[in-house]
C-alpha cells in the first residue's frame, strides 16, 4: 500500500475563540431586542440533504402491506416530511448465529432482540478448506431474500409516485461475524480490534456484493457506502447490546486503502460513482481523551486515497448541545485541511427511555439542528432510526414494528423535523441570521433558496411567547408552526409586517419573500 507522508501539526486551541463563518446567535447594541438578523450576502455550505436510517426495523416491514405504504409516504414525499437521503444498514449477521438473546424467528419487538441483523451470506455454505476471501467472493454463497423486506423497502421509498428520495448510502455496524477476531459482531473485550487484517479484502467482497446488488439487483443508485461506523468506540464486553467495531486510526485508514481498490474497481465495471463515506465519527468532541477524531483523520491522511476525499461524517452524541465542541473541531479541521473537509451529521437520537410524542425531545432536536448546521457547518442532517417500536426516543415515528396495517404515529420530533425538511432543499444556501439580543432559548437557522425566498427556522424553547422583530426589506411571509397543539400547520400567509410572535415552546419556519 502506497502511502504519503504528512506533518502533523499540534494545535493549542484557546477556548475563547470566535469563528467569523459559523454564527449560530449574536448580539450587538445596534439592533433591538429579539431582532431577526438575515445578511444574504454572507453564504456558507450548501444543503446536501436531511434522512434517517432503516437500521433494525426495516427488515420487519411486510412486503406489499398498508404499513409499507404509509411509512413509505410519511418518510420520503411531500406529503409527508419529504426526507431525500435513505441510510440502509448491511447486517453483520447478528441474527443468523443469535448472538444476544434466545428468541423465536421473526420476534423482532423486544429489546434488544430487534438489534440483530440478517445477512444475506449463507453461513452454512463456508467452505473452511477455501480462505475467507474466496467464501465472500463466492456469488452462491449469498441468498439476498434473506433481507429481503429492508431491500424493497429501500426500493419501495425511491420509486413511489412522489418520491423524494435523492441519495442512497449503505452502512455497516460491523462485518460479518465469520470475519471477526472475536466470532461476534462486536468484541470478546473492550477497544477489541475485531477486524483482523487478513479479512479486509473478505469484508471488502461482502460490501461490494452488496452494493451490487443494489445497484444491479434492485436498479437503484447508491451514492456511498459507509464500511465503519463509530470506529473509537468500546464495541466489545459483557454489556454490548449491538452490532459495533472497533478501529484503532492505523488499522481504519489501512482497511481503507484496501476498500477504496474495491470501489473503483467496481465503478469501473459498472459506469457508476459510487463514493467512499467515512468514517462516521463517533464525535467530534476533540477535548475527550477517547474522541480521538483527529488521530483517525491524520491516518487516513498519509495514504494517497485521502485525495478524493472531501466530506467527514460524524455523530452528534458526545456534546449535542456544545456550540464550543462544534467550533473546535471545525477550528482544528480547518487549520490542518484548509477547506478540503466539509461534514455531514449522519445519525443521532434522543437517548432517554420513555416515549417522549411531545415537545420537549422536539425543541432539543431543532437545537442540535440548529448547532450543528450553524456551529459545526454541517451540509446534511439525518436522524438515528426512523421508527420506535417500543418505549424509547430513537425514532421520529412510532410504529409497531412487523405488523401490517401498524398506525404510524407522528412525534412532534417528525414535525419539527419537517420544518427542515419540507422547506430546505439540496441546493439551498445557509446564510447569516440570528436572533440579535435574544432571550434564553430563542434562535433562528436561516436558509437562501436560489429563487431568492429566505426560509427561517425560529425556534422558542422557553415558556412565554416571544415577539421577534423582524427586518426590513421583505414584503410576504408564510409561517408554519410546530407545538404542543399544532402540526407542522400553516398559521399565517401574508404581508410581511413588522414583528412575528412566536410561541411558547414551539418550532416555526418562516418564508419571507
Known sequence: MKKRTFIFISIVLCLSFSLSVFIACGSSSEYPDNFLVIDESKEYQSVTGFGASAAWWAQTVPQGSQSATSLATSL???????????????????????????????DFVVFPEYRNTQSAFIAENYDES?????????????????????????????????????????FANSPHYLLTASGKTNGEEKYQSNLPEENYEAYCEYLIKYLDYVVNGLGLTVESVSAINEPQHAWGGDDSSQEGCHYEPEELAAFYDVFSRYLKEFNTANGTNVKMDVFESGNYDVYKSKGRVMEYIYAMSKYDYFEDIDTISVHSYGSPTSVEARESFVYMLNNLYGDKLSVEMSEICYMEAGLDEGMTSALWLSEVMNKDFCNLGAKSWSWWMATSCDD??????????????????????????????????????????????????????????????????????????????????????????????????????????????????????????
Not at 411531500?78 to 424467528?105: F, Q, T, V
Not at 404515529?409 to 417528525?414: I, S
Request: glycine content about 10%; charged content about 25%; some cysteine.
Open 76 to 106: 420520503y414525499t411531500d406529503e409527508g416530511i419529504g426526507l431525500s437521503i435513505y441510510r440502509y444498514n448491511i447486517g453483520g449477521g447478528s441474527w443468523d448465529y443469535d448472538a444476544y438473546n434466545d428468541h423465536g424467528a421473526g
Open 130 to 170: 477455501k480462505s475467507a476471501n474466496e467464501n465472500f467472493a463466492n456469488p452462491a454463497n449469498y441468498d439476498f431474500s434473506r433481507d429481503a423486506n429492508a431491500l424493497e423497502f429501500m426500493k419501495l421509498c425511491a420509486a413511489q409516485e412522489g418520491s423524494t428520495v435523492e441519495r442512497i448510502i449503505l
Open 392 to 513: 424509547y426516543n430513537d425514532g421520529i415515528v412510532s410504529w409497531m414494528w412487523g405488523s401490517e396495517n401498524g398506525e404510524v404515529v407522528p412525534t412532534k420530533r417528525y414535525w419539527v423535523m419537517g420544518n427542515y425538511s419540507k422547506f430546505v432543499d439540496t441546493g439551498d444556501k445557509r446564510i447569516e441570521g440570528y436572533v440579535a439580543n435574544a432571550e434564553k432559548g430563542i434562535f433562528a437557522t436561516v436558509f437562501k433558496k436560489a429563487d431568492g425566498r429566505i426560509i427561517v427556522v425560529l425556534t422558542n424553547t422557553g415558556e412565554e411567547k416571544v415577539a421577534i422583530n423582524l427586518p426590513e426589506g421583505y414584503t410576504s411571509l408564510s409561517a408554519w408552526e410546530t407545538s404542543d397543539n399544532k402540526d407542522l400547520e400553516k398559521v399565517y400567509d401574508g404581508i410581511c409586517g413588522k414583528t412575528y410572535e412566536a410561541p411558547a415552546g414551539s418550532v416555526t419556519t418562516l418564508v419571507l419573500s
